[in-house]
């Protein structure tokens, strides 16, 4: 047995065990392999602090689906799987944070702690933001009038600054369009629940003002800026991270 899941069994028998439910961003597997496996450094370091952690497949996002989901779709399927549970530290990472802060929104009761890592869900309007949003909305449409090339595909995409749209399904992308355009600056004024904001400070993805502005609206909430980190520092910096949320737990 590995020691992080030692020590977790250890907290277990003792009754000190709390439980983290782990919700991660855009990920897709490549060449049979599995994209929750960077987790894992990070899950270790949590279990071996007496923190059981589950990181469930989110649908759309880390496995595909017959059709595009919404927010209130997503908050459903997390609704099932605490319904067995008691309260939860709900972790939200970039996209996973625009869920959970959904959730929190929605169902306080279920949680203990919320903890938001780079987290999504400031609307952004400026010309970049409109531009990506163009190019998702009209990116069949532009490819076959623009040429039916690979390459200039690809191209449009990284000038769109967005290589997960390149590689998702057609539901994958519908998901992504209706996500992308949700502004959760409401939901963010009305959370109750205690959280804790991790953001890395070089993030060029969701900028750090982000989450200085969550960190604004949420009453009460404490913001831990990584200095050296970008938009994953539970990956780059999984120790620290793991740290900083045992430290507030």
């Keep these: 047995m590995q020691k992080g899941k030692y020590l977790a069994a250890k907290a277990q028998k003792m009754g000190t065990l709390k439980k983290a ?3 991660h961003g855009w ?4 060449a049979g392999n599995d994209p929750l496996e960077k987790w894992q450094p990070f899950i270790s370091d949590l ?5 059981e952690c589950e990181l469930p ?3 759309g996002i880390a496995k595909d689906v017959d059709q595009f989901w919404t927010l209130e779709k997503y908050v459903d399927w997390l609704k099932k799987i605490t319904t067995k549970e008691n309260k939860v530290i709900l972790i939200g990472h970039s996209n996973g944070g625009r869920i959970s802060l959904t959730f929190a929104k929605m169902y306080p009761e279920k949680i203990s702690k919320l903890i938001l890592i780079d987290s999504a869900g400031i609307y952004h309007n400026g010309l970049p933001l409109r531009f990506k949003r163009f190019i998702f909305r ?3 449409k532009v490819g076959k009038k623009i040429s039916n090339s690979e390459t200039l595909r690809k191209l449009i995409y990284k000038v769109a600054r967005e290589g997960d749209y390149s590689e998702a399904t057609p539901s994958q992308r519908k998901t992504m369009i209706n996500l992308i355009n949700t502004d959760l600056s409401e939901v963010l004024r009305k959370i109750k629940v205690s959280t804790l904001i991790i ?3 070089k993030d060029s993805i969701t900028p750090l003002s982000d989450g200085i502005m969550m960190h604004k609206l949420i009453r009460g909430s404490q913001l831990e800026v990584i200095a050296d980190a970008k938009h994953s520092p539970q990956f780059t910096h999984p120790s620290e991270v793991a740290k900083i949320i045992y430290e507030y737990l």
């Design 21 to 23: 439910i782990i919700l």
């Design 27 to 30: 990920t897709y597997s490549h």
């Design 47 to 51: 279990e071996s602090k007496g923190i």
């Design 57 to 59: 497949r989110i649908p």
């Design 138 to 140: 009209n990116i069949a």
């Design 199 to 201: 953001w890395g400070k």
